[in-house]
């Protein structure tokens, strides 16, 4: 090689820049609003690109930290001046097909307001409010009349007070977390106004008065109904459930004494935790009537799960008799202290074609346990279940300690099993205690394709 030979490094080439608007567009959809901005300042190529992203996210937590500067006005002025400038500027000719606000402390809540019912009419598909404002927001009634809004969430200090017509006819996802109404009627009427509705989250909102909430959707398959005790008032709650294609029911509910439930004949799986708060309108043994009579509703269902609380308030019943399962396959339960396993005969007798049963708690309640409290409450059945003698194939137990009652319970469901292929136990003592895994290793097994399998 010459003398004057010489060598260039080759210039890196932007291979992103160089990409289609629309591609470059998708891409920026997935980042906070105020990242996709600040790629305004690459080159001119993307001066403008922004404001034609269809999506916006602005939350307050990425321009300032929420422990340290929550009382800074500057910081707080700052975001809102942001969002402003953003809305006022984007091209309003592209319709808008995400928008989320996330913020706290003192923001303006007429600004908020504006930013609402100026995506509202870009024909927004979806909306989430994210506001722990100083006071509540008070949503427009041009919210309830979007017809292109498909997805609404909608968290915390939000007041939905809602008009006379609610129009919410492309509306499929709708999730209230932490947020107020007036009264239970509310959520009826908004229900009334969606005819498409598919998956409903109503969690730990508050209510001023309300006598029954109605949940009824004809094309509703997933709810998620989630209270521990945020319901004002002196009288007796109740919650009615009627979606003749719902597939996935969570219940959490310890302020409603009184449930109807109808048409649930589609119903998949169904989580049920309940309890009476202290001061109850109905005595224990009506509430437990009715938390039998909700599994009635529900007795279609494949999976089923069944809290602690719950079992022990269906112990209370008068009379616990329980419907057949005739399609379940799943059932989780938990170990109540008080009523310990006394329906575990029952509930085995009610389900012909189980084939997995798991004991989600272990088989007792941990801080009874250790004060000596525990009520176990194992008797056997005089006749076998048929789900033990043709169908049940796994049995999961966890947090196993091995005292006597638990090798119990254990034993006979290892010798009557008859066509179980695993046992798994989450043993609770150490790997060194060998004389409780020898004891279980020696009981006898009905099924000899049974496998026993320790996790530690």
Not at 129 to 144: A, K, M, V
Not at 251 to 261: A, K, L, T
Request: glycine share 4%.
């Amino acid at each position: 090689m010459g003398s004057n030979s010489k060598f260039r490094r080759a210039s890196p080439e932007d291979r992103i820049s160089n990409l289609p608007d629309s591609v470059l567009c998708h891409i920026l959809s997935f980042l906070p609003t105020k990242f996709v901005v600040a790629t305004s300042i690459l080159s001119s190529r993307w001066k403008f690109l922004w404001a034609s992203i269809p999506n916006l996210d602005f939350d307050d937590s990425i321009f300032f930290n929420h422990d340290i500067d929550c009382l800074n006005p500057r910081q707080r002025l700052s975001f809102m001046n942001f969002v402003d400038r953003v809305l006022d500027s984007r091209d309003n000719s592209i319709n808008l097909e995400k928008f989320g606000l996330s913020c706290s402390g003192n923001c303006d809540l007429s600004l908020v307001r504006k930013w609402v019912c100026l995506v509202i009419g870009l024909n927004v598909k979806e909306i989430k409010l994210g506001l722990n404002l100083r006071g509540h927001f008070e949503l427009p009634i041009s919210l309830f009349r979007c017809h292109t809004l498909v997805v609404l969430r909608l968290n915390w200090k939000i007041f939905v007070d809602v008009p006379m017509v609610v129009s919410f006819l492309s509306l499929k996802v709708l999730h209230f977390n932490g947020v107020k109404f007036s009264c239970y009627e509310s959520v009826e009427k908004i229900l009334s106004g969606c005819p498409v509705l598919e998956e409903l989250m109503i969690r730990k909102c508050r209510w001023d008065y309300g006598h029954t909430l109605r949940i009824c959707g004809l094309a509703l398959k997933n709810l998620i109904l989630d209270w521990p005790s945020m319901v004002k008032g002196d009288h007796e709650c109740g919650t009615v459930i009627d979606a003749p294609i719902l597939e996935y029911l969570d219940v959490r509910d310890y302020i409603s004494e009184n449930f109807v439930i109808k048409n649930l004949c589609s119903l998949v799986k169904a989580n049920l935790d309940v309890a009476q708060k202290f001061d109850q309108f109905v005595p224990v043994g009506v509430y437990g009537n009715c938390i039998i009579q909700f599994l009635k509703g529900v007795s279609a269902v494949k999976s089923l799960s069944l809290s602690h609380d719950t079992m022990g308030a269906i112990r209370y019943a008068y009379d616990y008799n329980f419907p057949t399962f005739h399609n379940l396959t799943m059932l989780e339960l938990g170990a109540s202290a008080c009523s310990g396993w006394a329906l575990l005969p029952d509930l085995l007798a009610s389900s012909p074609i189980l084939k997995n049963l798991v004991f989600v708690e272990g088989l007792f309640v941990y801080h009874h346990f250790q004060l000596g409290l525990s009520h176990f409450n194992w008797n056997p059945p005089v006749q076998l279940p048929a789900c033990l003698l043709l169908h049940l194939k796994e049995i999961e137990i966890r947090n196993f300690r091995g005292v006597a009652e638990e090798l119990m319970l254990a034993k006979y469901l290892l010798k009557n099993a008859r066509v179980l292929r695993r046992m798994s136990i989450y043993c609770s003592f150490s790997e060194e205690d060998i004389q409780i895994h020898r004891k279980l290793l020696k009981f006898q097994r009905g099924s000899t394709a049974c496998q026993l399998e320790f996790i530690f």
